[in-house]
C-alpha cells in the first residue's frame, strides 16, 4: 500500500498564492486521480478538486490542482488567499479496493 | 437533496463492539458506492471500508479488517458498519460518506458526507 505525504502546516497572507503538496510513497503519482478536500473546523470536509484538476461546480476559480511525476505529488494552489480559505486541507487517492488520505495540512491565513 | 446522517456512536469499553448506522436519502441510494471515514479527536481523515452499490463488493483499511464489516440494505436506504474487538485507537468521528457518479461512471471522491457519529472507546 502506498501513502500520501502532506506538509504539516503552510501560512500565507491575504492576497497571496499558497501552494500545498502532496507526495506518493510508492507507484505512480499518475496512476490513480488525487482529489483535494477542505475541512473547516467542526465540519465535515468538502471537495475542492477533483481527478487531479478537475473544480466541482461552486469552487472557485482560485483553486487549481496538478501533479508533477518527476517528484511523483500533486499540488493544491490557492490564489487570492481570503481569511476564510483557513481550513485543513486533504489529499486523497486510490489503489483499487483501497483508499488514502494525505496527513492533512493546516492553512493558515494571516 | 442528499443527507447523509449517521448514528449509533457511544461510549464502549475496550474490546466491546458497536453498530454504526447511516440513513441516506435525496438520491438513488444503490446506485452509489458508500464508504466510512474516520477522523480521531485533532487528527487526520482516515478511510476504513467501502461498499459496492449492490453489496457485492466490500474492501477495508489493514486497521479495521477482521474486525469491521460494512454492510448496507438498499430497502431501507442505510448503511452499516459493524465494529468488533474494539480498541482506544477507534476512537474517532465516524462519516459516512458518498462516492460522486456521473452517468454511471464511478468519479472515485465524496461529494456528500454526514456529520459523523462519535465513538469513544475508554474503560
Known amino acids: 500500500n502506498f501513502m500520501l505525504t502532506q506538509p504539516l502546516s503552510v501560512s500565507e497572507s491575504p492576497g497571496k498564492t499558497v501552494t500545498i503538496s502532496c507526495t506518493r510513497t510508492?507507484?505512480?503519482?499518475?496512476?490513480?486521480?488525487v482529489q483535494w478536500y477542505q475541512q473547516r473546523p467542526g465540519s465535515s470536509p468538502t471537495i475542492v478538486i477533483f481527478q487531479d484538476s478537475q473544480r466541482p461546480s461552486g469552487v472557485p476559480d482560485r483553486f487549481s490542482g496538478s501533479i508533477d511525476i518527476s517528484s511523483n505529488s500533486a499540488s493544491l494552489a490557492i490564489s487570492g488567499l481570503k481569511t476564510e480559505d483557513e481550513a485543513d486541507y486533504y489529499c486523497q487517492s486510490y489503489d483499487r479496493s483501497l483508499w488514502v488520505f494525505g496527513g492533512g495540512t493546516k492553512l493558515t491565513v494571516l | 437533496e442528499v443527507q447523509l446522517v449517521e448514528s449509533g456512536g457511544g461510549v464502549v469499553q475496550p474490546g466491546g463492539s458497536l453498530r454504526l448506522s447511516c440513513a441516506a436519502s435525496g438520491f438513488t441510494f444503490d446506485d452509489y458506492d458508500m464508504h466510512w471515514v474516520r477522523q480521531a479527536p485533532g487528527k487526520g481523515l482516515e478511510w476504513v471500508s467501502l461498499i459496492s452499490g449492490d453489496g457485492s463488493k466490500t474492501s477495508y483499511a489493514d486497521s479495521v479488517k477482521g474486525r469491521f464489516t460494512i454492510s448496507r440494505d438498499n430497502i431501507k436506504n442505510s448503511l452499516y458498519l459493524q465494529m468488533t474487538s474494539l480498541t482506544t485507537e477507534d476512537t474517532a468521528l465516524y462519516y459516512c460518506?458518498?462516492?460522486?457518479?456521473?452517468?454511471?461512471?464511478?468519479?472515485?471522491?465524496?461529494?456528500?458526507w454526514g456529520q459523523g457519529t462519535l465513538v469513544t472507546v475508554s474503560s
Open positions: 510508492s507507484g505512480s503519482i499518475a496512476s490513480n486521480y
Open positions: 460518506a458518498k462516492v460522486a457518479t456521473i452517468f454511471g461512471v464511478v468519479l472515485n471522491y465524496f461529494d456528500f
